[in-house]
């Protein structure tokens, strides 16, 4: 699996969706993409795992469970994104516009770094040293090249 082709569908997925807003009627697509997303990420981390089959068992819950509260933190930038480019569409990202916006932003970056921590933690007990560090390491890779395709696809603030 190639890394970039994921973040190219993840980016394309998120802004797509951004700028479509949330009544388009292409949403069974969008599903559908980012459930291919899903899976193909996880054969990612798969094939570069290279657990003992005592250590899947322990990995792949956790590495679920992260995903799903992963999930609610991907929701809210999201709608963040969505409220932006709502508000860039309209020449309306004004001072009160700008004022919820970075609070918001502030808070979902650390919202994953709590829940990154938590389950660094939960990850380290469950496999050695080594794979919970390889996990960090691809997830953090994954998410950098996604934040990387978002900021170059959204406008600075006019």
Request: glycine share 2%; charged share 25%; hydrophobic share 50%.
């Amino acid at each position: 699996m190639n890394f970039a082709r994921i973040v190219f569908a993840a980016a394309f997925a998120v802004t797509a969706f951004a700028l479509a807003g949330p009544a388009c009627p292409a949403d069974a697509n969008m599903q559908i993409l980012m459930d291919k997303i899903k899976a193909d990420k996880k054969l990612v981390v798969a094939h570069n795992m290279q657990l003992s089959d005592a250590e899947s068992q322990k990995f792949w819950p956790l590495y679920d469970s992260y995903q799903k509260e992963l999930e609610s933190i991907n929701t809210r930038m999201l709608k963040l994104i969505n409220d932006y480019a709502g508000a860039y569409n309209k020449n309306a990202v004004n001072e009160a516009f700008a004022k919820k916006l970075v609070p918001e932003a502030l808070a979902i970056e650390q919202a994953e770094v709590d829940l990154r921590k938590i389950y660094a933690d939960r990850v380290s007990k469950a496999v050695s040293a080594v794979a919970a560090a390889r996990y960090l390491q691809i997830e953090g890779k994954i998410r950098a090249m996604v934040r990387y395709e978002l900021a170059a696809n959204i406008p600075l603030v006019p």
